[in-house]
């Protein structure tokens, strides 16, 4: 059983940054991994991605420019740099693995083991 697991929420102020971490146990298929995220009363919502070999990474366009997905030196581990934090980046952020290559990295149907989310409040 495939366990996904994330940390380094927490709370922040508007400007400031946050680093999330996401380690998924040996996952096979695994095309990639993904950060979602999902704020009260809406719908989860694709944030960033990171395709395998080459390494190519996707981002919504609310955190161009701010947020840095990256691969970690331990397999199937990622990071997700958070700079230039707004209130509105407020949510759950979950990880999760891609093992359905069929699907554009943005759909969350092309995701599997999802972990069990972790907060980031940005205050104003």
């Known amino acids: 059983q495939v366990h996904t697991v994330e940390s380094g929420g927490g709370l922040v102020q508007a400007g400031g940054s946050l680093r999330l971490s996401c380690a998924a146990s040996d996952p096979d298929p695994s095309y990639g991994m993904g950060w979602f995220r999902q704020a009260p009363g809406k719908e989860r919502e694709f944030v960033a991605g990171?395709?395998?070999?080459?390494?190519?990474?996707y981002y919504t366009d609310s955190v161009k420019g701010r947020f840095t997905i990256s691969r970690d030196t331990a397999k199937n581990t990622i990071v997700l740099q958070m700079s230039s934090l707004k209130p509105e980046d407020t949510a759950v952020y979950y990880c999760?693995?891609?093992?359905?290559?069929?699907?554009?990295?943005?759909?969350?149907?092309?995701?599997?083991?999802w972990g069990q989310g972790t907060q980031v409040t940005v205050s104003s």
């Open positions: 999760a693995v891609r093992t359905r290559a069929g699907y554009p990295a943005d759909n969350p149907l092309g995701y599997e083991h």
């Open positions: 990171l395709r395998w070999d080459p390494d190519t990474a």
